[in-house]
C-alpha cells in the first residue's frame, strides 16, 4: 500500500514573508507560482511501505496462532492449557527443553532439543516448555511444512543440516544420510514424536555414521551434521 506524503511548510514560510498587502510585485508573483509548483510536486512524493520479512510474518501468524489455543510460547503450563496432541517444537534464545509430568510428579517424557522437533503433549499433567510449541495442524495456516522450516524462518538460517529431530518426509526425504561428528555423536532412527515412539536403531559415534529413513520416521542426532544424501 502506498500513502502520500503532504508537506506544506514551506507554502506557508512564504505567503507569510509576502506580508498582507493584495498588491504583490511581480518577481514575489513568481517566486509564489515557483512555490505552488513545488508543493504541488511534493504532494506526489509516494512513501512506500516497508513490506515486513517473511520473518515478522511468520512472527505475527504465530502470535495470532496463542488466542487459538494452537501455539504456545515458552514457560511452565499446567494439566489442561495445551491440548493433546500432536506438536513441532522449535528453539530460540537459549531454551531448549521440554518435559510433561503426571499428577504424581513423574516424567512422562521429556527432552533437550539441539534445535527443532516434535512432541506429543498426553495432556495428563504440568508441562515445560523452553521453546515454542506449534499444533501440527496449524501448519497450513503459517504456510509451513514442519518444524524444521519455522526453525529455519525465526531463526535466519538456510538449508540447515544441523543436530535435530527431523521427520522423514517433510524436515528432509526418505533415503540414506552420513552423518558426521564433531564430538562424541549420537544418531537414532525412532518412529514417532517425543512422547509416542519407539526406537528402531540408535548408536553413539564419533566419526561418520550411515542411516536409512522412510517415510513417517525420525532422525534424530546430536553433536553431528548431515554430510551426505
Not at 14 to 32: F, I, M, R, T
Not at 141 to 151: D, H, R, W
Amino acid at each position: 500500500m502506498k500513502k502520500i506524503f503532504y508537506v506544506g511548510v514551506l507554502s506557508a514560510l512564504l505567503l507569510a514573508a509576502c506580508g498582507e498587502s493584495d498588491e504583490k510585485p511581480q518577481n514575489e508573483k513568481a517566486v509564489e507560482a515557483s512555490a505552488e509548483d513545488i508543493v504541488e510536486e511534493e504532494k506526489e512524493t509516494e512513501v512506500e511501505e516497508v513490506e515486513p520479512t517473511p520473518k515478522q510474518q511468520l512472527s505475527d501468524a504465530l502470535i495470532s496462532l496463542f488466542d487459538e489455543k494452537l501455539a504456545f510460547d515458552s514457560g511452565d503450563y499446567i494439566q489442561g492449557d495445551i491440548p493433546k496432541g500432536d506438536y513441532a517444537f522449535v528453539r530460540f534464545n537459549e531454551g531448549q527443553y521440554y518435559s510433561e509430568e503426571n499428577q504424581n510428579g513423574d516424567i512422562v517424557d521429556n527432552e533437550n532439543f539441539d534445535s527443532f522437533g516434535y512432541v506429543f503433549v498426553h495432556g495428563v499433567g504440568n508441562i515445560s516448555n523452553g521453546g515454542l510449541l506449534v499444533n501440527i495442524s496449524a501448519f497450513e495456516k503459517l504456510n509451513v511444512s514442519g518444524a524444521k522450516q519455522i526453525f529455519e524462518m525465526l531463526n535466519d538460517k538456510t538449508d540447515y543440516t544441523d543436530a535435530g529431530y527431523y521427520k522423514v518426509g517433510v524436515d528432509i526425504p526418505a533415503g540414506s544420510y552420513v552423518l558426521e561428528s564433531y564430538g562424541d555423536a549420537y544418531g537414532e532412527v525412532a518412529t514417532g514424536p517425543v512422547g509416542n515412539s519407539e526406537i528402531v536403531t540408535n548408536n553413539n559415534f564419533n566419526g561418520r555414521y550411515q542411516v536409512n529413513v522412510v517415510d513417517g520416521q525420525y532422525l534424530v542426532f546430536s553433536n553431528s551434521m548431515i554430510t551426505q544424501q
